[in-house]
């Protein structure tokens, strides 16, 4: 503190000798506290995230109610224990939550409404603009390159959220439970959130339901469940860095089933017992090809990303499948093709993350190119063959005038987002060759695993690993409004 007045007082007087006012001088002395951004600047969620921090750690104490009849609406009574580290000198800062009511809020063990008037926190709730801050006040104040653990209690009703489209996601309320899956922007109505892909943190849940109830979160269990009154507490441990749109703590009547893929990689499958007839008959068989999956895209991509794999398969209220990381989400049934994509995503998405919304072809177009290749490992159709089909179909539905580089926010889960993509990258290998495209690939996945980068970094890493400028072919295949050449 005393370096920090001794620097304060030096800046004042090279101010004075220069002839400018210390309210100018002040940037450059560093010593100028302000709160966080309220948005990380997203093309499309611009108000998502938050700025002048970096979260290392997600605590999640999570403690839920199911509804009790069908249609009603569950409980949720919660503490985060977030700890990150400032990135600038912070006297406050925010964190995205929707919907659900802050009861209190401490820094390092010290309840932020103790002291003077400047300490307290505040929510917003705006739904207009997509704005759900909590803002926390500081003090002490947070000097850049120093780390707190905040922790905060909050709760409410849970119901069923949607996205801008109208499709159910974030903490999705089913009659026996949730189905837990935040793309792009869900993470916020279960917990507080730097909610920005780039922000990667690991995450550790306990997560307290009725006893008979089993609750199912990303990674590994952090030991066994624990029963005490009616209720047991499940735990599980992500240690892998993981963007907040992957999050899980999915909660329903579930049979958990504990097997092995390569290397002994632990692969835990939870299906709902709801699950029945023809559509568990094909979900058994997905599933029991989890671990050969795996040994192929391994050899085509480099090891899988991280420490466990498997599914949750719950009933069918949402009506489709997410990636969550280590243990994808999948809605009534899991089929062969949707596992192969699901788990491509965990290198395609989930160690690589897009750095902006908008370059969410490289999640779609990656996971649907990975169903292709299975789909020809496994003798079904040729790559040729789907190209060329998936291209007739584009053509025949008229589908060629999208910019899938940057497809606008109510596009992102468009059909053109996964196909489109699929075919660009089959004809970019067409253009480059096999050496260079899955040299590229790899490279891709090493330069910018556990982390998240853009299209033009994808770009760059095509064009360094060929050896051929691609400015063009990019321009074709992902932006023109019609159909290119075929190559
Ligand atoms: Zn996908």
Do not use: C
């Amino acid at each position: 503190k005393a370096r920090r007045i001794a620097a304060a007082a030096a800046a004042l007087l090279t101010a004075a000798a220069l002839g400018i006012s210390p309210a100018q001088a002040a940037p450059q002395s560093g010593a100028r506290y302000g709160p966080g951004a309220a948005g990380s600047g997203d093309s499309y969620f611009p108000n998502a995230g938050n700025g002048g921090y970096d979260v290392l750690h997600y605590g999640l104490d999570l403690h839920y109610t199911p509804p009790s009849g069908a249609g009603g609406a569950g409980n949720l009574t919660a503490e985060a224990s977030i700890t990150l580290r400032a990135t600038q000198d912070l006297d406050a800062l925010n964190f995205d939550l929707r919907g659900l009511t802050v009861t209190a809020v401490d820094v390092d063990g010290k309840d932020v409404n103790r002291g003077a008037g400047a300490l307290e926190w505040t929510q917003v709730q705006d739904d207009a603009n997509r704005r759900w801050e909590l803002t926390v006040g500081l003090r002490p104040k947070l000097k850049e390159g120093q780390k707190a653990t905040i922790t905060i209690s909050y709760g409410g009703a849970t119901g069923r959220p949607q996205d801008t489209t109208g499709a159910l996601y974030g903490w999705v309320t089913t009659p026996d439970g949730a189905i837990v899956v935040n793309e792009p922007d869900g993470a916020p109505t279960w917990f507080p959130v730097n909610d920005d892909p780039e922000d990667k943190a690991t995450y550790s849940f306990r997560i307290t339901v009725p006893e008979g109830k089993t609750a199912v979160a990303n990674g590994l269990p952090g030991g066994d469940p624990e029963t005490q009154a009616g209720w047991t507490t499940w735990s599980w441990e992500a240690a892998g860095p993981m963007a907040s749109y992957l999050a899980t703590a999915s909660v329903g009547d579930f049979t958990l089933s504990y097997g092995e893929g390569p290397g002994g990689l632990p692969i835990i499958n939870a299906v709902d017992t709801g699950v029945t007839g023809s559509a568990l008959v094909t979900t058994d068989a997905a599933l029991a090809l989890q671990p050969e999956m795996i040994r192929y895209l391994s050899d085509l991509f480099g090891p899988y990303p991280f420490e466990a794999f498997g599914a949750i398969v719950d009933d069918d209220s949402v009506d489709y499948a997410l990636e969550t990381q280590t243990r994808p989400v999948y809605s009534g049934v899991a089929g062969e093709d949707t596992v192969a994509h699901e788990l491509g995503h965990q290198w395609f998405g989930n160690s690589v993350s897009p750095a902006d919304w908008k370059d969410i072809w490289l999640n779609e177009g990656w996971a649907t190119y990975v169903e292709w290749l299975w789909a020809e490992h496994q003798g079904k159709a040729t790559l040729a063959q789907q190209f060329t089909d998936t291209v007739a179909e584009l053509d025949s539905k008229n589908l060629w005038g999208l910019d899938i580089s940057d497809p606008g926010r109510d596009n992102l889960f468009a059909e053109q987002v996964y196909r489109r993509g699929a075919i660009t990258l089959h004809a970019l290998r067409a253009r480059i060759g096999d050496t260079a495209f899955f040299a590229g690939a790899t490279e891709w996945l090493d330069r910018y695993g556990n982390s998240s980068a853009t299209t033009r970094d994808f770009e760059k890493v095509m064009e360094e690993a060929s050896g051929q400028q691609l400015d063009a072919f990019f321009n074709d295949w992902l932006r023109e409004g019609n159909r290119p050449a075929m190559p």
